[in-house]
């Protein structure tokens, strides 16, 4: 009942009261106290402690409301710090709310363990700000791109790192971005960044940013020399990829297998003459070179000058050879 409605009830009752007793008996009573005289209508003395009743039953009311008010009050700020709680877990950020009332402590402790990467099938969020967060996480989940800037994540959140991976597959061309922008971004997504510039971007932006080195990353380039019409490189700078002290001579061997047939003949025995002379490593490659296009005599040559049982592997192809059996080189290599 509200404490207008008790008020005016109480009022008519105690009024009922006082009539129906001054209609009895309309005399009046005098009470003495410590020296103290008053006399009032018999009605009177009757409902005095009925009024006192509903005076203390109206303090009674309007403390209870007012502390259910502050309860209400503070479950209503528990719950808006529940919901931006929530969407902090759910981004993958660190969160630190305090919560006033008992009715959220346990569901934020255990808010606060929650993975954001969950599957959310058939889930009914009536928050609109929670459900398109949710929609944000499923699209990057999905590999797909979201507009994360109004979350304004960390770089080093797992959201923000995954979306920037699936920004990555599918703008190839940003990899260039993240590359220029050294030591802001993770080694995980500069890692990424770069293997996608080496797959697929020009080798002028590739070389702007660093000249592979690893064995790996150079037969990626070479590939894409011989299967990619459009990947453009000129042979000066494809060679300075190839020579390299750390590969070994199965490295430049690999090497003249997949350049044979992209290389002109004379400009595919310079290459290979032209590594051999400054790589030592790269010897048995020439040989390989020689024996692929043919010039026997110089292939010849070339292994007699060798020691022992160096070059076996050509030692035995030209004995083959000599001996009316003309096999490919990549049948021993």
């Known amino acids: 009942m509200k404490t ?24 009046s009573y005098t009470l003495g ?27 009674h009311i309007v403390f209870h409301s007012f502390a259910f008010y502050r309860t209400k009050r503070a479950i209503a700020k528990d719950l808006s710090a529940y919901d931006a709680m929530s969407k902090e877990v759910l981004l993958g950020l660190d969160t630190n709310k305090d919560f006033k009332t008992e009715y959220f402590k346990d569901p934020s402790e255990l808010t606060k363990i929650l993975s ?20 944000v996480i ?39 971005e993240i590359l220029k922008t050294k030591g802001v971004y993770s080694e995980n997504i500069t890692k990424k960044a770069y293997a996608v510039a080496l797959a697929k971007g020009s080798y002028d932006k590739i070389k702007a940013y660093k000249i592979p080195q690893d064995i790996a990353e150079v037969n990626i380039l070479v590939d894409r020399a011989v299967n990619d019409a459009s990947f453009e490189i000129s042979s000066e700078e494809l060679f300075d990829l190839v020579n390299n002290e750390k ?23 310079a290459f290979f003459e032209r590594l051999k002379n400054e790589n030592q490593e790269a010897t048995e490659a020439y040989l390989y070179a020689l024996y692929e296009l043919g010039m026997i005599d110089e292939f010849r040559e070339q292994l007699s000058l060798a020691d022992g049982d160096e070059f076996e592997k050509f030692k035995i192809l030209l004995f083959l050879r000599d001996n009316g059996k003309n096999v490919p080189a990549s049948l021993l290599f």
């Open 4 to 27: 207008k409605q008790f008020f005016l009830y109480s009022i008519v009752y105690i009024a009922i009261v006082a009539i129906l007793v001054f209609t009895q008996q309309s005399s």
């Open 33 to 59: 106290l410590f020296g103290f005289t008053l006399t009032l209508p018999v009605a009177v003395w009757i409902v005095l402690p009925l009024i006192l009743y509903m005076i203390l039953a109206i303090f």
């Open 116 to 135: 954001p990467w969950y599957d959310s099938t058939g889930i009914d969020v009536k928050n609109e700000d929670l459900k398109e967060v949710i929609g």
């Open 138 to 176: 499923e699209k990057v989940k999905n590999g797909e791109v979201a507009d994360l800037r109004k979350y304004k994540l960390p770089k080093d959140n797992g959201l923000f790192l995954q979306n920037e991976l699936n920004r990555l597959d599918a703008e190839p061309a940003y990899a260039y």
């Open 247 to 269: 590969f070994s001579e199965q490295d430049f061997i690999g090497f003249a297998k997949k350049l044979k047939n992209h290389l002109a003949p004379e400009q595919y025995k």
